[in-house]
C-alpha cells in the first residue's frame, strides 16, 4: 500500500486508528482531512506518520482542483456524529452533501471510495438489521444524524452505484482514541472512567417489560475489527455495496459493564438509573448486525468477543489515570 490514500476523519476515532494500521502497512502517503478545533483531539495525531492534514472544506476543494495529485482511494470517515445534533441544514451538508461530492469525482477520476454509513440508519430495529439493497429503502432512522446517513445510501443505491463503491454500517464501536468525542464516546470508555472515579457504573433502567434492567443488547464493535474490515475493501477493489460493520452478536449492558469490571480488576457495581423521557421513544433496545451479506462478500476473520475487546482496550489504553481523564 504505497500509493495516496486519503482518510476523511483521520484524526477522529475509527480514522485515526485505520490511518496507524496503515502506516503498520508501509503507508505513509496519507492526506488527512480533520477538523481539529480547541481541544485536545490534535493528540490523536501523535505517532501517526502522513504527508498533510488539511480543513474538511479545503480538502474537498484541493480534490476538486486537482492540488492533490492522484488519489488511490479515499476513505470517508469524516462526519458530525452527534445523534443529538439539532442543525439539520447542517447535517446535511456535512453528512451528505458533502459525501455526494467526494463520491462523484471519486467515480470520475476511477478511485477507490468507502464511506461510513450507520446502524442509526435502521432507526428502532422494527424492520430488522438487514444490509441488502431490497431493505434499505423502507428504513426509518429516528434522528437526524441517521437520516443524513440515510440519506446518502439511497442516493446511491438509486443511481446504481453501490456495485462500484463501499458503505460501512458500523454498529457499537469502541477502543483507542475515542476520548475527544466526549458524551459520544463508548459506553466501555464510560464505564471505565465511573469505576476509577467512583467504583461504580450507572445504567438505564429499562422501560420495556420484555427485558429487565441493563438487558438491553448492542452489537458492540471493537475498533481494532472496525478497521480490519475497512482494510478489507481497500485490498479487495473488486468488492462494492453495502455493508454492516458488527459481530452479529448481540450482548447486554450488563454483560459489557461487568467485563469493564473484570479487565480494571473491580468488584461489580451497578446502579440502574431512569431514563430521561426525551429518549424513551428514541432508545433502541436492541442492535444486532446481519453479517451474511459482509461474508458473502469475502470477510473472513472472527470479530472480537467483548470480554476480550474490553481486556485489550482496558490494558493499552485505559490506565486508572486515562480512564478519569477519558482516553485519547
Known sequence: MAKTIAVTGGGGFIGRNLAAALNARGCDDLILADRLGCDEKWRNLLGLRFEDILDPGDFLSAVETGKLGELDAIVHLGACSSTTERDADYLLRNNYH???ALCEWSLRH??????ASSAATYGDGSLGYSDEDAATPALRPLNMYGYSKHLFDLWALRRGLLDRIVGLKYFNVYGSH???KGEM?????????????SGKVQLFKSHRPEYRDGEQRRDFVYVKDAVAVTLYFLENRGVGGLFNCGTGEARTWNDLVKAAFTAMRKPCNIE???MPEALRGKYQYLTQAETGKLRRAGYSRSFTSIEDGVADYVATCLTPRRAVEGSR
Do not use: D, L, P, W
Open 98 to 100: 458533502f459525501t455526494r
Open 110 to 115: 476511477k478511485t477507490r471510495f468507502i464511506y
Open 178 to 180: 475515542e476520548g475527544h
Open 185 to 197: 464516546r463508548s459506553m466501555v470508555n464510560k464505564a471505565c472512567a465511573q469505576i476509577a472515579n
Open 272 to 274: 440502574y438509573i431512569e
